[in-house]
């Protein structure tokens, strides 16, 4: 372990608001830190860091499909603080039956689009979302692409192909 | 060849079919559907070094209203799948597609659910080409074969 003096500022500061929430710290390449927390503190570790550290940039929101029996989905929020100059990783572990994160768009506008991507490839539902429609995929496609049970070439016949004949006018 | 000698010097007879042949089969412009990296080798292939202008088909349309030959150039998703089709419908018969490179023949690399594996899956393909991208050379090949197929075109009398 190798973390950083402003990294391990914020960390005891985390670590003294919420205690037994933070459930690991991770130094990662000498530069960045991955902190895993509970999921029901999520968006208030978020707003902590938003308001205390300065962490008004936001950099992705993005799944993951770990594909074990618990805690079978990871969402890990990508944030930098311009103050400090350092980077975190958020990230919480989430049960395959209960796919609810609280919003983060009232943090960061950017997080708008990441979180609808998200849904779209894995089927989180985020709370409080102004806007939660699928990002690729369309809208009424069942299946959420980037889990593993799904198959790589897609479903066929579940996205509809242009119709072979052409268009006629209208009665 | 009694009509030819009543009409005396500078004429000559010949089919119907011949002549619209020969001028459709020089005059194909291609509509341009550049999806990927196979549009560079397409634009190669209309500028001076390949030079289609020597086939009669410098004349890149960017309306498909005014273009004879649809090249699809690179992977097709299923969202785009439906403009191409969209534009294909609206180009004017006779009209001619190539599926250029492996993605627009097969679906290629992207072996995925988002693209269309082959635009034949909505589309009818003349000519397909492979390589990835293919070279300007192909392209100029599939487009004579192209020509020799409209060259063998005939009326709808003589279908019977």
């Known amino acids: 372990m190798n973390i950083s003096e402003p990294h391990q500022a914020i960390i005891n500061d985390l670590q003294q608001k919420y205690p037994d929430k933070v459930l690991d710290v991770k130094e990662h390449a000498g530069a960045t830190v991955i902190v895993r927390v509970n999921r029901d503190v999520v968006h208030d570790v978020l707003e902590t860091l938003y308001n205390d550290h300065h962490f008004i940039y936001l950099l992705q929101v993005f799944g993951t499909d770990r594909f074990t029996s618990e805690n079978r989905f990871e969402v890990i929020y990508h944030i930098f603080s311009l103050r400090d100059q350092v980077r975190i990783f958020v990230k919480t572990w989430l049960e395959e039956d209960n796919l609810v994160l609280p919003t983060t768009t009232d943090l960061w506008k950017a997080a708008n689009w990441q979180e609808r991507e998200v849904y779209d490839m894995f089927g989180v539902q985020f709370t409080g979302h102004p806007d939660l429609r699928r990002m690729f995929m369309p809208e009424d496609f069942e299946y959420y692409p980037l889990r593993k049970e799904f198959p790589p070439l897609g479903i066929p016949g579940s996205i509809q192909l242009p119709s072979t004949t052409p268009d006629t006018e209208e009665d | 060849m009694g009509l030819e000698s009543a009409l005396g010097e500078g004429f000559l007879t010949t089919k119907l079919d011949a002549v619209v042949n020969w001028s459709r089969a020089n005059a194909v412009w291609p509509m341009p559907m550049g999806l990927a990296c196979c549009a560079i080798e397409m634009m190669a292939f209309a500028g001076p070094k390949y030079d289609a202008s020597r086939f009669g088909s ?103």
Not at chain 2, 64 to 91: E, F, N
Not at chain 2, 118 to 137: E, K, Q
Request: net charge positive; charged share 20%.
């Open chain 2, 58 to 160: 410098e004349v890149m349309r960017f309306s498909p209203r005014q273009s004879d030959l649809m090249i699809v150039a690179g992977w097709c998703t299923y969202k785009m799948s439906h403009a191409i089709r969209r534009v294909w419908d609206q180009m004017p018969d006779p009209k001619w597609c190539v599926a250029m490179g492996a993605c627009a023949s097969t679906g290629g690399m992207h072996r995925s659910y988002g693209v269309v594996q082959g635009c034949d899956n909505f589309l009818p393909v003349d000519a397909y080409i492979s390589g990835c991208p293919p070279r300007p050379d192909s392209l100029l090949n599939a487009l004579i074969k192209i020509q020799d197929k409209i060259k063998k075109e005939h009326t709808v009398l003589l279908d019977k």
